[in-house]
């Protein structure tokens, strides 16, 4: 499957979904401040795309990335 078949999902709606900020807002702020990390490393871009497999921390939680490729 080619890069641009993969399925993503952007880091904001990311975190909502999995209820590590209640809303898009939320998400929006803490990930301007720097709160959030992906795959390590400081992520300020909101819209970033996230693909099966990447980890995204905030506040000593860790979620792992889980796109079905259909």
């Known amino acids: 499957m080619s890069e641009q078949e993969q399925a993503t999902i952007r880091l904001d709606?990311?975190?909502?979904?999995?209820?590590?900020?209640g809303t898009g807002g939320a998400a929006k702020h803490l990930i301007q401040?720097?709160?959030?990390?992906?795959?390590?490393a400081v992520e300020t871009q909101r819209s970033r795309k996230l693909h099966?497999?990447?980890r995204v921390t905030f506040a000593g939680r860790t979620e792992v990335v889980a796109l079905d490729h259909e």
């Open 13 to 21: 709606q990311f975190m909502k979904y999995v209820g590590m900020v």
């Open 33 to 40: 401040q720097g709160a959030v990390l992906v795959n390590g």
């Open 52 to 54: 099966t497999g990447d």
